[in-house]
Each structure stands twice: as C-alpha cells, then as structure tokens.
C-alpha cells in the first residue's frame, strides 16, 4: 500500500507487520476459525460472496497485504487475480500464501509492486476492484478511489472495506495496549508522551462514511451501499477474556444476529460497527 507524501515513511511499518507475520488462511470455515483474525476473515468472506457476481471475474486487491480474499474467490469462483502493495513484504506474504494454500491446479495470480495513488494499470482493465483496510490510511483518499475507478471497466464493480480511526466497538480491542504504552511512558520518565498512549504506529483518517461515498460518486461510482460491519471485537485478545469470546463470536445465534447487523443498513452498525464497506457500480 502506498501514503500520501506526508505519510509517506509509514510503508516501513507495514513492511515490519508483514514480515512478522505468521501465515495464516482460514478457508472460510468459520467452525474451523483458532484465533480472532481468522474469524473476521471467514466472516468476511461470507458476506462477500453475497456482494461479489458468482462468475470468474478479472479482479484487483489493491493494497493486498495477506491476499486472503484474492485467494478466497480465486480457489472458491475461479477468479482471475492481480493484486498491488508498494510492501515488499506484504507481496512476498500474498506469494507464499497462494503457493501454500491455492487450491486450483494451473491457476495464476499476477502480483505487482505499485503505488495506490498511480496505479499501474491501462484504464478498464478490471471488472472487480477492490480494497481491504487501505483507503484509510490516506489524508487525501480521491486519488486512490479515482485510480481504482479509472482502471475499472464501465459496469464494473468497487468494492472499499475501511476501517478508520473513529470511536467503534474496535476502540475496546485498543485499550490494553493503550494501558500498556502509558505505563512505558510512565516508567521511562516521559510522562509528556501519555497523550501518545493511544497512537497507532501508523495514520488512520476520521472522515465520515458519508464523506468516502460522496468521493466515490465524484469519481465517477454509483454506490449501491455503504454498510457498517462487525458487531464484536476481540478486547485486544486478554487471555481470560479470548478463549470463551471464540467461541460465543461462532455460535450459530450469534452469527444470525451479526449477518443482520451487518446487512441492516442501520445508523448504530454505522457508529459502532468495527469497519464500513462500500460498493458502487462504474458508470
């Protein structure tokens, strides 16, 4: 993934991330899900394959990090697959990860080292475009939704799935660390620092969703929803808490009532959903 110039320097983290990460692909089985990654993986993936056309399509993951949903729909619809980080962590991650765990003999993926905000790509390549906690990591986000829209065939699909740095249910996964760093900061003597307590290592905009889908129609998108997601968090997984959480997140009443909250289109799923997603039609 890419950053605006002011931003620029925070690929380093996500090259750190990526190649301290432990490959992982969960299939989709949520019954199958250890950990609470895999679980929102899987349960993505579910409401995907609501959203996405059930033929092959020629798609795009930009900012593809583990390249999970790539994989996904390739070994699930036989997609035809490219996918897009400036890491070169993360690519060499979404590699291994195909090669460990694709599942359709001769298919192949294309990956790309390239820039978010200059996509290299001729317009209308695609017929999916889409994007998995990228776009809010821009100060300016209508050049990298214009790059996606510009490369996507009219009557294609964009698809964003953001995750911002507003208050949600993801806030409560984000106070042990919060505690943690201000006890560093408090032992080490900086207690000027406390107010950094609850930084992430990386930018994460505030904007609205309305203001993401005021862009997407600007460049040139017919949005056909813009939903929030994800009812639960994982309370930033303390031990005595992440076992019995698993386990009540993959009942089946408890995955009835998250289906709705994500399809509801309501303002509290809006508010205290984890992420939004979008999807708009090219025109």
């Not at 605006?4 to 996500?14: D, Q």
């Not at 050049?143 to 490369?151: A, F, L, N, T």
């Amino acid at each position: 993934m890419t950053m605006p110039h002011e931003h620029r320097g925070e690929h380093e983290v996500f090259d750190k991330i990526w190649s301290e990460v432990d490959p992982f692909y969960p299939q989709g089985d949520i019954e199958e899900c250890k950990n609470f990654p895999e679980l929102w993986e899987s349960v993505k993936f579910s409401r995907l394959e609501q959203f996405l056309p059930p033929l092959p399509q020629k798609s795009l993951e930009v900012g593809c990090g583990s390249g999970g949903v790539s994989l996904y729909f390739q070994n699930t619809r036989n997609y035809h697959v490219n996918l897009v980080d400036l890491s070169d962590a993360a690519l060499s991650f979404a590699r291994k990860n195909f090669k460990a765990n694709s599942t359709e003999s001769g298919a192949s993926a294309a990956f790309v080292k390239g820039d978010a905000n200059d996509l290299p790509f001729e317009a209308a390549s695609f017929d999916l475009v889409m994007s998995f906690g990228l776009l809010e990591h821009f100060s300016d986000i209508e050049q990298p939704i214009s790059e996606q829209i510009r490369v996507l065939r009219k009557g294609g699909i964009f698809f964003a799935d953001i995750v911002t740095g507003r208050f949600s249910v993801d806030t409560f996964s984000r106070l042990p660390g919060m505690v943690k760093n201000a006890v560093d900061y408090t032992l080490a003597g900086r207690p000027g620092d406390l107010i950094r307590a609850a930084e992430a290592d990386f930018y994460e905009n505030t904007f609205s969703l309305d203001h993401y889908a005021d862009v997407v129609k600007k460049c040139g998108g017919d949005v056909q929803f813009a939903l929030g997601n994800r009812p639960v968090t994982s309370f930033g997984r303390i031990p005595v808490l992440s076992g019995g959480l698993l386990r009540l997140y993959k009942t089946d009443l408890m995955q009835q009532w998250w289906r709705r909250f994500d399809l509801s289109n309501s303002g509290l799923s809006k508010v205290w959903g984890a992420g939004w997603w979008i999807m708009a039609i090219k025109q």
